[in-house]
């Protein structure tokens, strides 16, 4: 098994797939803020990959796009950017609704312009929220599985990831590919929980000493 490319693939997949589920979570809280009478409809739609079987997610995704994303990293992407939607966009849609927005009315009154405030009041208070989202939607990214499986397929050197690599070992009986995939898997993890405690914590502490 070619590792390098496995976990060059699964990084590849999990950060388009972070970056599509992280946009697609702000432009919905902002549009529920918007027009509250949508907020039923999109609850229904965001929450439906955490409740369905990730395996007919990804047959969702190949029915709509008629075949055209099957088979390659792009549709692998898309199906991990959809399961991991639900724990993005609710912690983004609850780091947004509570902006205060007397804050953010003060602040235009004295004078500031709208990218001032966004920057110096608004951002400060969403940085929180904007790190936990992202940080939920890549570490699930990485351990998906049963969507991308049936999206993008099981493909060596084009869509393997460490999920479909170490379900591949498995299978074939492969001791050593297994024990090294699930090593690379298990660092991948622990990484990005201590990158992000790291960035929490130093984002505590700014906010105290501020």
């Known amino acids: 098994m070619d590792i390098i490319g496995i976990i060059f693939t699964t990084l590849k997949i999990t950060i388009l797939s972070t970056l599509i589920s992280f946009l697609s979570s702000v432009i919905l809280s902002l549009l529920v803020l918007k027009y509250r009478k949508i907020i039923l409809i999109v609850d229904v739609i965001t929450t439906l990959p955490l409740a369905l079987p990730p395996v007919l997610t990804g047959y969702f995704i190949i029915y709509i796009s008629n075949g055209y994303l099957t088979f390659n990293w792009l549709g692998g992407s898309l199906a991990c950017a959809i399961i991991s939607l639900p724990l993005v966009y609710r912690t983004i849609f609850v780091s947004i609704s509570s902006i205060n927005a007397n804050i953010v009315n003060t602040s235009r009154i004295l ?40 999206v993008s397929g099981n493909i060596s050197g084009e869509t393997q990831t460490l999920s479909t690599g170490i379900y591949t070992a498995i299978l074939n009986g492969d001791d050593n590919s297994l024990f090294i995939l699930t090593l690379s898997s298990i660092f991948l993890a622990l990484f990005s929980i201590i990158i992000f405690n790291i960035i929490r914590r130093n984002q505590k502490a700014l906010n105290f000493y501020e």
């Open 111 to 150: 004078g500031a312009s709208r990218i001032q405030t966004f920057f110096l009041v608004v951002l400060p208070t969403l940085k929180i929220g904007i790190f936990t989202s992202i940080f939920l939607g890549f570490i699930r990214s990485i351990s998906e599985f049963g969507a991308t499986m049936i």
